[in-house]
């Protein structure tokens, strides 16, 4: 099955910027729907951005103006841009895969509607 790698997370300051990645390797199609997920403790899982094969985005509200969803498919490589971070930004990012055919798809879907995931990696965001 595919496989999805996350790097980039890390603890930082209030305001401070960090910028995830996630590498996609195996059988992977570049045509796939992507997309973040977060999960804070004691909170349920938040689709936080997600990008189509074709590059049209949405974003939730609270993160919207401040991250950013892009993907480089000649690199199997999706990226989150996380400006002005705020200590309700800390959780797990978890990188996401929707493999539904890419003229059957929608942009996003509910976190539950995706089907393979990273490992996860940590962000931590200090007042």
């Known amino acids: 099955q595919v496989q999805l790698v996350e790097s980039g997370g890390g603890l930082v300051q209030a305001g401070a910027s960090l910028r995830l990645s996630c590498a996609a390797s195996?059988?992977?199609?570049?045509?796939?729907?992507m997309a973040w997920v977060r999960q804070a403790p004691a909170k349920e899982r938040e689709l936080v951005a997600a990008i189509a094969w074709s590059g049209a985005t949405h974003y939730a509200n609270s993160v919207k103006g401040r991250f950013t969803i892009s993907r480089d498919n000649a690199k199997n490589t999706t990226y989150l841009q996380m400006n002005t971070l705020k200590p309700e930004d800390t959780a797990v990012y978890y990188c996401a895969a929707d493999h539904r055919p890419a003229y059957f798809s929608r942009t996003y879907y509910f976190p539950n509607e995706y089907d393979t995931w990273g490992q996860g990696t940590q962000v931590t965001v200090s007042s």
């Open positions: 195996g059988r992977s199609n570049s045509r796939d729907g």
